[in-house]
């Protein structure tokens, strides 16, 4: 073989082949940490779901107000805290004494670190999903017994299609929804 042709026909495909493959598991491995199921990143006080949401059984949305009437569930202010911690565990605990009080004294807020994002491009809305009867289990796994709220499922848009192509297992049996959205613009606007 000419010396032109080997280059031709061998060495720049094997070479288009291996970077194709470096980028691909370079992609794979360096995606953002938050995306990643088990993403469990440090928050700036302990907080468990389980002592609250399990043990004394606070609901849901006494603490995620929003959750059937807006895109965000939000994440309560301090000042919910406080309707219960003014009485509860103050004296003698030095995390709520610290943090928790410190914090409303200065009224500054607390500085959450989100467990679940999804990028801007995507629109998503708690309400719609809330409202058609998906628990908040479904999406977020067993809360209740999360001493240290972790990501249970990978919000990718083939995790919502797989949802929204047959969604009925996941909606109480009566619901008349028969199916989710999947044309791009529904979640890209
Ligand atoms: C269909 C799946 C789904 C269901 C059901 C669901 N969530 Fe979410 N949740 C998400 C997604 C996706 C995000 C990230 C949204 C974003 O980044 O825009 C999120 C984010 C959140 C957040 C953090 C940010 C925010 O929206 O304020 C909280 C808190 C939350 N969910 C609580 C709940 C609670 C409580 C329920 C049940 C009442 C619930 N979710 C039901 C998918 C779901
Ligand atoms: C509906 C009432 C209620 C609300 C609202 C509430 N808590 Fe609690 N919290 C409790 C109860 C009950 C306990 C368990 C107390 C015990 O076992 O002594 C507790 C325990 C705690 C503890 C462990 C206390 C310790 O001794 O170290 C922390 C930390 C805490 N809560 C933080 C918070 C934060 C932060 C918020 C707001 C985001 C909040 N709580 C909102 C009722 C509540
Ligand atoms: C006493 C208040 C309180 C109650 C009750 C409560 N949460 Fe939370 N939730 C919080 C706080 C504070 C955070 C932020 C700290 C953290 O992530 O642990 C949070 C965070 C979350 C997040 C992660 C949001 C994100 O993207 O960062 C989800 C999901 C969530 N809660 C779901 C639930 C579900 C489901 C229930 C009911 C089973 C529930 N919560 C009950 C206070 C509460
Ligand atoms: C477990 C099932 C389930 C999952 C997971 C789910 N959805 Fe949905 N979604 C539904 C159902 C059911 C509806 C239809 C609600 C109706 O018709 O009232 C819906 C409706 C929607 C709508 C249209 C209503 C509106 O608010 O505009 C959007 C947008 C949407 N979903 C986005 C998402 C995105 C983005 C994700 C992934 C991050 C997702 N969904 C994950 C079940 C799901
Ligand atoms: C049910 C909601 C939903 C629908 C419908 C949807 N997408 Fe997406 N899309 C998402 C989510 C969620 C992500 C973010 C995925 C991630 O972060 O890994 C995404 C990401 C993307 C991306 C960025 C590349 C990537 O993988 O992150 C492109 C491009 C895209 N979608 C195109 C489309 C097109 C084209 C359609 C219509 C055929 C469509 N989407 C329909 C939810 C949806």
Redesign the pocket.
Same mark, same amino acid.
């Given at each position: 073989m000419h010396p032109r042709d080997r280059f031709l026909y061998i060495v720049v495909p094997l070479g288009v082949v291996a970077v194709l493959t470096t980028m691909l598991v370079v992609g794979r491995t360096a995606e953002p940490a938050r995306y990643a199921v088990g993403y469990a990143p440090e928050q700036p006080i302990p907080f468990s779901h389980r002592v609250h949401a399990g043990a004394n059984r606070v609901p849901c949305q006494y603490c995620h107000t929003n959750a059937d009437r807006s895109r965000s569930a939000t994440i309560p202010a301090v000042q919910t805290c406080m309707n219960c911690h003014r009485y509860i565990s103050m004296a003698d605990s030095d995390v709520i004494q610290k943090a928790v009080v410190a914090r409303l004294q200065i009224d500054a807020p607390l500085k959450w670190e989100r467990v679940y994002h999804?990028p801007d491009h #995507?629109?998503?809305?708690h309400?719609?999903?809330v409202?058609?009867g #998906?628990q908040c289990a +479904? @999406?977020h796994g067993d809360v209740k017994r999360m001493d240290v709220l972790t990501r249970v499922?990978d919000?990718r848009?083939g +995790? @919502?299609l *797989? @949802?929204?192509r047959g &969604?009925s297992r996941?909606?109480p049996p009566e619901s008349p929804?028969k199916?989710? &959205?999947t044309d791009c613009t *529904? @979640?890209h606007r």
């Open positions: 999804l #995507v629109f998503f809305d309400r719609s999903h409202n058609a #998906v +479904t @999406c499922m919000l848009m +995790t @919502c *797989a @949802c929204h &969604p996941y909606l929804i199916k989710g &959205p *529904a @979640c």
